[in-house]
């Protein structure tokens, strides 16, 4: 979550039922921590908050269904016209990169330009939000899209919604 001179971020390989709020571990946007050592991820976090200054929040998890599209390289195509609450047609898959590293947070940021989740591959996935509570419910949003296209997956790929119908935004 994002604060003026940094934010908060979870702490590197603690189980989240033994969490407590102490935990939580800030970090500047210099990429300084205090309080505890922060994910492993931290830098694509905050990498995230630089450059979606409409976002205040970053949502990093591996769900079964997005970490299965994820490890096929696999973007989420417009099957639903739910795709278009991540901001376009798709929800795109970063390239792959060891995580931690300053490359995945590239190829992170590259694949949330103009959309506000993406999958990365071999990985998990990323939702953000304008609050916690947005950026979570993005994150349980993307995990049902990616159940849903998995689903779809034996029968072949599935019909897909034209530009034209996912712009539609008719009441």
Known sequence: VRFANGYLITPSGMPYKRMKPDDIVWM????KASGGMPSTEWRFHMDILQAKSDMNAVVHAHP???T???IMGKPIPPLHYMVALFGGNDVRCA????FGTEELSRYAVSAL?????CL?????MIATGETLDKALWRAVELETLAA???ACLPFG???LLTKVQMDDRSE
Do not use: I, M, V, W
């Open 64 to 66: 079964h269904a997005c």
């Open 28 to 31: 500047d946007f210099e990429g």
């Open 157 to 159: 790929e599935p019909p």
């Open 68 to 70: 299965t599209l994820a």
């Open 148 to 150: 849903q296209y998995l």
């Open 120 to 124: 990365l591959a071999h990985h998990g």
């Open 95 to 98: 390239d792959y990169a060891t």
């Open 113 to 117: 330009d103009g959309r506000t989740a």
